[in-house]
């Protein structure tokens, strides 16, 4: 948990995550557009995530993570109209793999895939 804004974190809940795997972080701006879990990716943590995923999965779950969070930057930009494409390679990548990212993330209530499937749309979001 953040505190007053000024970026420090509070040790209580510092220490519970680290004695748990991780953390799920849900966002109201998510849940208010119909996105379904509402988790924010980029505040979540899976510390159980680097000893059971194989390379191939981690290295997309990276790549996605790396696309939010470079979208995120450059959101206010796009929406403005200010962001002029091939400014930045990266940022490219990631207004152009929003759509399939958002659709990876979001799912419908009781909707179920193996994971084998997960895995592979994960790293079709990726690309």
């Known amino acids: 948990m953040l505190t007053e804004g000024d970026g420090t974190l509070d040790p209580v809940a510092e220490e519970t995550k680290a004695i748990l795997d991780g953390h799920i972080v849900l966002s109201a701006e998510l849940a208010q557009r119909n996105h379904f879990p509402a988790i924010d990716v ?3 943590r899976s510390r ?29 930009l796009v929406r403005v109209g200010e962001y002029r494409v091939g400014s930045d390679p990266l940022a490219d990548a990631a207004i152009a793999r929003k759509p399939a990212i958002d659709a990876f993330l979001a799912q419908t209530f009781g909707e179920r895939e193996a994971m084998a499937g997960t895995i592979r749309r994960l790293k079709e979001a990726a690309q």
Not at 57 to 64: G, L
Request: aromatic fraction near 4%; proline fraction near 3%.
């Open 42 to 44: 980029l505040a979540s």
């Open 48 to 76: 159980l995530m680097e000893t059971v995923a194989t390379p191939e999965h981690k290295a997309a779950a990276a790549r996605v993570r790396a696309l939010l969070a470079h979208y995120r930057d450059v959101e206010l």
